[in-house]
Nanobody, 121 residues
């Protein structure tokens, strides 16, 4: 059994910062790409940022220069540092990871439960 556990969401004023964390738990053989998605009310889920095991990151244009994704492979954890937050960043943020569990041949996509980020103007 593999699960992703998120933390760090909350309410912040515009211009503020938050840091999200997501840890993969369970019988894990390896973790490939990890990332963060978000979904605002009435909108589709969108990629915010992703990072490979080797540390290569990519970002949505809307967050470049404000958000930073990082990971600690030893802890099976990915982080999202969000600075200069804007009201339009308000959404439920979901952690995603491509994981190969022990005793399983293939990688599978796993999702966290989601954490609410609300940015007030």
């Amino acid at each position: 059994q593999v699960q992703l556990v998120e933390s760090g969401g909350g309410l912040v004023q515009a211009g503020g910062s938050l840091r999200l964390s997501c840890t993969a738990l369970g019988n894990i053989f390896s973790i490939n790409t990890m990332g963060w998605y978000r979904q605002a009310p009435g909108k589709q889920r969108e990629l915010v940022a992703a990072i490979t095991r080797g540390g290569r990151a990519n970002y949505a244009d809307s967050v470049k220069g404000r958000f930073t994704i990082s990971r600690d492979n030893a802890k099976n954890t990915v982080y999202l540092q969000m600075n200069s937050l804007k009201p339009e960043d308000t959404a439920v943020y979901y952690c995603n990871a491509l994981i190969r569990a022990r005793w399983v041949d293939n990688e599978h996509d796993y999702w966290g439960q989601g954490t609410q980020v609300t940015v007030s103007s």
